[in-house]
């Protein structure tokens, strides 16, 4: 064979899809092996630069509605409230995923609830959170951590009050209010004290209130996971926003006191 016909435009031709056959097959392999490898530093880079900011009032790109305009004239908080529409809940946790750190938020808009308010106190308050219906940025991680709860047999969890709050302060004020409130928090069919940091602002006719729990999850008997390629927190936080609004006015005044109570005849 002469040197002409082994570089016939056939030969040529075949020896180019070889060529280029092999180099597909290495950059396949490469790309599996930068998946692999580099997946999870991938992950966690972008779920830390997306996580949600925490919820609070005003909080920038959350779909709850911003506090609106206060109505002209004090507030009057005394009678019953609900959690309105608009209102979200969640946890914020820390995790290592493959030496990479990260945040992970879980939110739901699920959330129910009641006050009651006399002489300027609230004295009564529940808020129940559908914890079942909280979702990350992961379906995975979202069926886990229902697990974890065990949302198949308890799928909420619940806030109650346990001494009353101040908000004497609250009608009058167009700004930020700070509160505190010592209640009790329901996970997982366990209960434990807890003290929520609130921060409260009138907000049209209602009253728009965030506010934030440390929690420690084993607790509540949940056990996070500590695996070789992902290592979660054993301490997270449980945010709120609730956008509050009057329903009635009491009824009945305060509940009469030891030395008010009618003596008999």
Do not use: C, H
């Not at 009032?57 to 309105?84: K, Y």
């Not at 300027?120 to 990350?136: G, K, N, P, Y």
């Not at 001494?163 to 434990?192: C, F, K, N």
């Amino acid at each position: 064979m002469t040197d002409a016909e082994s570089w016939s435009p056939a030969r040529r031709r075949g020896k180019l899809r070889m060529s280029r056959g092999r180099t597909w097959i290495v950059v396949a392999v490469v790309l599996a092996l930068a998946i692999v490898f580099g997946g999870p530093y991938v992950y966690a880079r972008l779920s830390q630069g997306s996580a949600p900011a925490p919820l609070g009032l005003q909080t920038p790109g959350e779909s709850v509605a911003p506090t609106a305009a206060p109505e002209p004239g004090p507030l009057d908080v005394e009678g019953f409230w609900t959690v309105a529409e608009g209102s979200a809940a969640g946890y914020r946790v820390d995790e290592v995923l493959s030496g990479q750190e990260a945040t992970v938020v879980g939110r739901t808009q699920d959330v129910t609830g009641s006050m009651i308010v006399e002489d300027t106190q609230m004295r009564f308050a529940e808020v129940v959170v559908d914890v079942a219906s909280l979702e990350t940025d992961s379906g995975a991680r979202d069926e886990y951590f229902q697990g974890l709860l065990e949302t198949d047999i308890y799928p909420t969890a619940v806030f109650t009050l346990t001494d009353p709050v101040d908000l004497s302060e609250l009608p009058d004020q167009r700004e930020p209010v700070a509160l505190e409130a010592a209640g009790a928090l329901t996970i997982r069919d366990t209960t434990q004290p807890v003290t929520v940091a609130l921060e409260a602002q009138r907000s049209g006719a209602g009253v728009q209130v965030s506010g934030a729990i440390p929690v420690r999850f084993a607790d509540f008997g949940v056990s996070v996971p500590d695996l070789e390629f992902v290592r979660v927190s054993e301490e997270g936080t449980v945010e709120m926003l609730l956008n509050l609004e009057p329903t009635e006015a009491l009824e009945r005044g305060p509940a009469p006191t030891d030395d008010e109570t009618p003596s008999g005849p």
